[in-house]
Structure formats: structure tokens, C-alpha cells
């Protein structure tokens, strides 16, 4: 089994930054992918990493602003979320993914919450204006 906890959520105002963590413990030697969702409508996506070759892919809403990074040794999954806007007001999950997946069907569609089967329990983040 796969936890993990995320941290660093917080209150900003309109253009400031703010860095979130999510750090895996347990079975972090079955995590193919980690990513990084907020609470919508839906769970939407914003950036995934592979957790082997470190490549990314972010949804378009974010990809100027926001950036992934990963810390093997660490077990750790970051977002550094630069510029952000009340509408980025929202909970932040981390999730990873525990099978191997294709990068070719990612560069395609996207990577999207089915794909993911361990969750944190999000951190909140309030942008004010």
C-alpha cells in the first residue's frame, strides 16, 4: 500500500506563488507516475512526472504558471504554482500510479483521474484577489 500526504497549501494573494509537496511512503517502489489534481467540477487534472525518466505533462490551464518536479531519493512529488489567480482556489490532491503506463497514449490525451489509484488527502489553497 501507497500513502501519501501533501503539504504546503495555504492563503496568497492574487500573483504570488506557493510551493505544494507530497511525500509517498510504503510501497514507493511500484510508483510508475505521480501527479497532481484540484477539486473542480470534477478532479481535474493539472501536471503529471514519470517517476523513472522525470517526464512531464500538464494540462494547458496551468503549464506557464505551474511546474512539476520529482525527488526519487526523497519519495517526493512537487508543484511550484507561480502567478496564481482566484480561480486556482481550490484542494490540491496528490496521486500516484502503481502500473505501467503508455507515455504515447499520455502525449496523446492526457493523463486523467482513472489513470491514478492513490490519493492524498488534499491540501487547500486560497488565492484572494
Known amino acids: 500500500q501507497l500513502q501519501l500526504v501533501e503539504s504546503g497549501g495555504g492563503s496568497v494573494q492574487a500573483g504570488g506563488s506557493l510551493r505544494l509537496s507530497c511525500a509517498a511512503s510504503?510501497?514507493?517502489?511500484?510508483?510508475?507516475?505521480m501527479a497532481w489534481f484540484r477539486q473542480g467540477a470534477g478532479r481535474d487534472f493539472l501536471a503529471a512526472i514519470s517517476?523513472?525518466?522525470?517526464?512531464?505533462w500538464y494540462s494547458d490551464s496551468i503549464k506557464e504558471r505551474f511546474t512539476i518536479s520529482r525527488d526519487n531519493r526523497r519519495n517526493t512529488v512537487d508543484l511550484q504554482m507561480n502567478g496564481l489567480k482566484p480561480e486556482d482556489t481550490a484542494v490540491y490532491y496528490c496521486?500516484?500510479?502503481?502500473?505501467?503506463?503508455?507515455?504515447?497514449?499520455?502525449?496523446?490525451?492526457?493523463?486523467?483521474?482513472?489513470?491514478?489509484?492513490?490519493w492524498g488527502q488534499g491540501t487547500q489553497v486560497t488565492v484572494s484577489s
Open positions: 517517476w523513472a525518466g522525470g517526464n512531464t
Open positions: 496521486a500516484a500510479r502503481m502500473v505501467p503506463f503508455s507515455e504515447t497514449g499520455w502525449n496523446a490525451w492526457g493523463p486523467r483521474q482513472p489513470d491514478f489509484s492513490s
Open positions: 510504503g510501497r514507493t517502489y511500484s510508483i510508475y507516475a
